[in-house]
């Protein structure tokens, strides 16, 4: 177990060294993506719309939805507008983890149109503030190995959910680490 530590370590030294001999704005350049895009989250029945959002077991608070689990399935597209251009879905679950405020503890699979592979999410999304984050925890295909962040805004509520604004900030791993000609 020591000598793979040691192999790694030395594969990760001088995978290191091998991009900072290179013009590393470039390099870094290549490595990351910034990906943005409206969520339209619809939990409530409206004629015309259908419903993205389950729930599949109720909260206890009626405040704060405590322990309320919902799961979903939802249009992500390229601007604020339900009709806008679909970009992607969104699929997971949402857990409401608090009794003082509504946070949701999210566990998302990103699926973007035209793209090779999914990229996943977890974290705790406080709903009520102005600006989120969650992390990026990995993905596969052309998203294997990626990490960083993701920031959400909430856009405008509707009468039949929410349109929150997304920015992914992608780190490719394999690509900053491994693919350093520039």
């Known amino acids: 177990m ?14 290191a060294s091998s991009c900072a001999a290179t013009d590393s704005s470039r390099h870094f350049a290549k490595c990351t993506e910034v ?11 409206t004629p015309g ?15 704060t939805m405590f322990g309320m689990v919902a799961i979903i399935d939802d249009k992500l597209t390229e601007g604020p ?19 003082s405020n509504i946070s949701l ?10 793209r090779d592979g999914n990229i996943n999410l977890l974290g705790q999304n406080r709903a009520l503030d102005p600006q989120r984050e969650i992390s990026i925890v990995g993905g596969s295909g052309e998203f294997r190995f990626v ?3 993701a920031t959400l805004r909430t856009h405008s509520l509707e009468p039949y959910g929410a349109k929150i604004f997304w920015q992914l900030h992608v780190i490719k791993l394999w690509d900053c680490l491994f693919n350093s000609q520039v």
């Open 35 to 45: 990906i943005s895009f409206y969520l339209q989250d619809l939990f409530f029945p």
């Open 49 to 63: 719309v259908n419903v993205t959002t389950a729930i599949v077991l109720p909260g206890t608070n009626n405040a």
């Open 2 to 15: 020591a000598k793979l530590i040691q192999i790694l370590v030395v594969v990760v030294f001088f995978a």
């Open 81 to 99: 507008s339900i009709d806008s251009k679909l970009v992607g879905r969104a699929k997971g679950i949402l857990a409401f983890d608090s009794i």
């Open 147 to 149: 990490q960083g962040f």
């Open 105 to 114: 503890l999210a566990s998302i699979t990103l699926e973007l149109e035209g």
